[in-house]
């Protein structure tokens, strides 16, 4: 008997590197049926197209009726995040008009709810990121169809499993074999490694000049351009993409902000004085826009943190070294017009801010599992796998916030055999995967390990489904 999963919002190339590739080493025991999001325009759709593929070709201006309105409001249930929220935590719909975003969302909803109705999918395979991630969890749990996304470990950069919400806290529980838990010698390697600086996660780092950030917009300008004559890019659509217009004024309000940063007085050291340290998360990015949508705002969020600190201490938040220039410094300088505030040069050495601080706040990044990993009281505003650890908790509300702040000052540091012990309850979590940097290519071993996932996957959705009266 063949067990389907509908994939949702996996581009062309992961599915043709990992999913076809996973589903011609299982002999027909798993197969992949996808859906696939187009523009009007796109030539992605042709008589030849594979028969495992459903193109939703989205029209530019859908409608949205009384009917549809309704349908979503169902789809609305404790657990699955609102449908406003996935509109604010999708990068594009957020731009556009909130009727557009709702008759598309309508669209896709319906859409995924006829195919699982009619090829009765074991699972709902999803991404991380965009609306139509979050509309594939709601329908999922509408029809009790097990809802997956993927998620990764950074350190070590080699475990891969499978969360059911759209929180990385989800992760589905798993039973290890004897060979698949990480091992007390790569425990020791990856720890070593860290502690010695030699780990490094693999990011993208941010032109550092205003010339060389002109120049890869215009880059990304002209590969925009090139997509739009060809229209052969899957996703393409108004709803899948920037316009234009609005790629250019993104594009330009980010040189702005950056040209103003010049004249901001940033620190590249940390403060000899006690200090909380916050380093700033991208924007947009999946980590928050979709796994954090309500601490969006993290000019507002630090906002509250720095009027709930004690008076002696000072806060420094780094601009990432990703995305320096999602904030200009009118933005910053009112956030350090709060005393004690302090704004740290996205050049900064972010490791040395970590070992110095007293006290570490973030929201999913991986800086809070390097914090964990150095003992540093940590609290986090997110649901995380990084709250495995002693060290650190979640946040409460903001007026409980000064006296969680002062709680975790006075916290004894854990000790080095509970933060081992807490990284291999944390990286068991996982089975052993391979690195998630797209730009490396896959290797035989990768598929493999890739498969092994996936047929532990399959077999435990089955297990419980035998559970079910």
């Known amino acids: 008997m ?35 999001e187009t523009g009007p325009r796109s030539k992605c759709v042709n008589p030849t197209a594979p028969e495992n593929i459903h193109f939703v070709s ?19 249930v404790e657990g ?3 449908i406003r929220s ?13 009727e557009l975003a709702l008759g598309y969302a309508s669209m896709l909803a319906k859409t995924i709810l006829k195919i699982i109705e009619d090829k009765k999918p074991l699972i709902v395979l999803a991404s991380n990121d965009r609306l139509i991630s979050s509309i594939a969890l709601a329908v999922a749990y509408k029809t009790k169809t097990q809802f997956v996304a993927m998620a990764f470990t950074v350190i070590p950069d080699n475990r891969a499993w499978f969360i059911e919400r759209m929180t990385p806290n989800s992760l589905i529980s798993l039973k290890l074999g004897s060979n698949q838990g990480i091992s007390v010698e790569e425990t020791r390697k990856t720890l ?9 996660p693999a990011a993208y780092v941010a032109p550092r000049s205003m010339m060389s950030a002109f120049f890869e917009g215009f880059m990304l300008f002209g590969n925009k351009l090139k997509r739009y004559v060809s229209a052969k890019h899957e996703g393409d659509s108004r709803f899948g993409t920037f316009s234009f217009w609005q790629a250019a004024s993104n594009r330009g309000r980010r040189l702005l902000n950056r040209a103003s940063l010049i004249g901001l007085d940033m620190v590249t050291t940390p403060p000899k004085d006690k200090f909380a340290y916050y380093p700033m998360h991208m924007s947009p990015e999946s980590m928050v826009d979709t796994w954090a949508v309500f601490h969006q705002n ?5 906002r509250q943190i720095a009027l709930a600190l004690p008076l002696d201490m000072k806060l420094v938040v780094k601009l990432h070294f990703s995305d320096p220039d999602s904030y200009s410094a009118h933005e910053l300088s009112a956030l350090a017009k709060i005393t004690g505030v302090l704004i740290a040069s996205p050049d900064a050495d972010a490791r040395t801010f970590l070992e110095s601080a007293s006290l570490v706040f973030g929201i ?14 940590t609290i986090i505003f997110a649901d995380t796998p990084y709250l495995e650890f002693p060290n650190n908790v979640r946040a409460k509300l903001p007026d409980e916030l000064f006296t969680q702040i002062r709680e975790m000052l006075r916290r004894s540091p854990p000790s080095q055999e509970d933060i081992e012990k807490a990284f291999v309850r944390y990286a068991n979590r996982y089975l052993p995967g391979r690195v998630n940097d797209w730009n490396i290519p896959l290797c035989t071993a990768d598929v493999e390990k890739y498969n092994r996932c996936f047929k532990e996957l399959v077999n435990h959705v089955l297990k419980e489904k035998s559970k079910s009266p």
């Not at 996935?86 to 909130?98: F, V």
């Not at 070593?192 to 490094?200: A, E, R, V, W």
């Not at 999913?364 to 009281?377: Q, V």
């Open 2 to 36: 063949k067990k389907t999963i509908l994939s949702v919002g996996w581009g062309a190339e992961l599915r043709a590197e990992i999913l076809d590739k996973v589903e011609s080493l299982n002999s027909g025991e798993i197969n992949f049926f996808h859906i696939v």
């Open 58 to 76: 989205v029209p530019n201006f859908p409608q949205v009726s009384h009917e549809d309105r309704r349908f979503l409001e169902k789809l609305e």
């Open 80 to 82: 699955i995040p609102t």
């Open 86 to 98: 996935m509109i604010a935590g999708d990068p594009y719909l957020r731009y556009l008009d909130s």
């Open 192 to 200: 070593s490694g860290f502690y010695q600086k030699l780990t490094k």
């Open 298 to 302: 993290q000019l507002g969020l630090l």
């Open 364 to 377: 999913t990044g991986t800086s809070c599992l390097e914090a964990a990993l150095l003992g540093k009281p």
